[in-house]
Nanobody, 123 residues
């Protein structure tokens, strides 16, 4: 069984930065594509970023390109999302997730999910 624990959310002013972390249990972490999604109130969960097993490929939704960076440390079973130049529209609950599909960018491709961490960006 794979378990994911998200952390690092909080309240930040527009233009600020946050780094989210996701600790993954189990010895199979390095086998998975890891992704970050977010869900704002009243909206569907949407893809943010993904990174492949070997960290040599990443994929971002257009609205975060150049501002967010996904990374992973397979030795620590952890994936990160560095978020810079935050905007009020980035406010959401952020979830990490694990998938067997290469750089998947849709919800149905992910088999395991964290509990979510709240990010609030004030204007």
């Amino acid at each position: 069984q794979v378990q994911l624990v998200d952390s690092g959310g909080g309240l930040v002013q527009a233009g600020g930065s946050l780094r989210l972390s996701c600790a993954v249990s189990g010895r199979t972490f390095s086998r998975y594509t890891m992704g970050w999604f977010r869900q704002a109130p009243g909206k569907e969960r949407e893809f943010v970023a993904a990174i492949n097993r070997g960290s040599d490929s990443t994929y971002y939704t257009d609205s975060v390109k150049g501002r967010f960076t996904i990374s992973r440390d397979n030795a620590k079973n952890t994936v990160y999302l560095q978020m810079n130049s935050l905007k009020p529209e980035d406010t959401a609950v952020y979830y990490c997730a694990a998938s067997n599909d290469y750089l998947a960018h849709y919800v149905a491709a992910y088999d395991y999910w964290g509990q979510g961490t709240q990010v609030t960006v004030s204007s």
